[in-house]
């Protein structure tokens, strides 16, 4: 299946490096953000979040780091893999009278090189 | 425990005609959020069902629709099909609408001719 458009920003890494992937997010008033890994042919898999009342999150090789100021969160994965490669979606949850609402942002495609 | 499930996986239909869509949720879920993906405009958000009932909707046109059993299990309908409808059409499931993680379905790809 497609996961990824025309003109979706690229990051290129060599196995084993550490990659950062930015995404700005649009309504300060967001209380939970996801990140989402999404591989071709596939639905996005769920891979970390962080509620607004954290700065860091720490994973399985995986940190979510959320600036609410500027309205940022960026996603570190460690020691990059070729099983990494991915478009990554974050998405941020616009609280709704409770019910959930997901906006998510244009992803980033990761390619990793061997 | 079986993840989100999509039927049919690829479907091909003209202009005019109506699709029907399935989705069932991971076991235990309640909550069903429907998708649309596309290169130009990315995930998009189209409704939200719990308790049978409609909780959330996005920007669609009438006519895209759905409904929700009492298994939990999901449908969405787009009738008078247009070429612009041709997406990834994704299924999500979380345990309660409150509970922000949402686990996706591999999708259905619908393509319109």
């Known amino acids: 299946g497609e996961s990824v458009g025309l003109h979706l920003p690229t990051l290129s890494v060599q196995e084993g490096d550490n990659s950062i992937i930015n995404c700005a997010y649009s309504?300060?008033?967001?209380?939970?953000f996801i990140w989402y890994k999404q591989e071709s042919g596939k639905g996005p898999q769920f891979i970390i979040d962080?509620?607004?009342?954290?700065d860091k999150r720490q994973g399985q090789r995986v940190t979510v780091l959320l600036n609410k100021t500027v309205k940022h969160l960026s996603l570190q994965i460690a020691a990059t893999q070729p099983g990494d490669s991915a478009v990554y979606f974050c998405?941020?949850?616009?609280?709704?009278?409770?019910?959930?609402?997901?906006?998510f942002g244009t992803g980033t495609r990761l390619l990793v090189s061997p | 425990k079986a993840g989100v499930t999509q039927t049919p996986r690829y479907l091909i239909k003209t202009r005019g005609q109506q699709v029907t869509l399935s989705c069932s949720p991971i076991?235990?879920?309640?909550?069903v959020s429907w998708y649309q993906q596309t290169p130009g405009q990315g995930l998009q958000f189209l409704f939200e069902?719990?308790?049978?009932?409609?909780?959330n909707k996005g920007n669609f046109p009438g006519r895209f629709s759905g409904r929700q059993f009492s298994n939990s299990r999901s449908e969405m309908n787009v009738s008078t099909l247009e070429l612009g409808d041709s997406a990834l059409y994704l299924c999500?499931?979380?345990?309660?609408?409150?509970?922000?993680?949402?686990?996706f379905g591999p999708g259905t790809r619908l393509t319109v001719l």
């Open positions: 999500a499931s979380s345990l309660t609408p409150s509970s922000n993680t949402q686990y």
């Open positions: 309504n300060s008033a967001s209380d939970y």
């Open positions: 962080i509620r607004s009342n954290m």
């Open positions: 998405a941020e949850n616009i609280p709704n009278t409770g019910f959930q609402k997901l906006v």
């Open positions: 076991s235990g879920h309640r909550s």
């Open positions: 069902y719990f308790s049978e009932t409609q909780r």
